[in-house]
């Protein structure tokens, strides 16, 4: 899961938050120069989670991807984003740019 929205006023910890608290106890603290969250999670009778807070333009960490609870492929986020980055079109990334601004 990649939370691509910084806190709102209903998630003020991030969604990751939201979501671990209907499973345990929590203390997760968003740090406040890293208000992103990018989570990978196990399910099944022992939960777990792989929490990564990013800042808004930082690089993006490689995070398991889980097929089952024993099983996982690492997932190259930073690099999937460059990669894709590459083929957008010079126009929409003119667009995207100056919405960014």
Known sequence: MNDLFPPGQRDRQGIHKIIWDELTDNDFVLPA?????????????FQEAFVEPVAKGGMLPDMPLFLTPGVYVQVPLEA???????????????VLASAAG
């Open 80 to 94: 999937t984003y460059q990669a894709a980055w590459q083929a957008v079109p010079a126009v929409w990334k003119s």
């Open 33 to 45: 120069d890293r208000p992103v969250t990018i989570a990978s999670y196990i399910g099944g009778p």
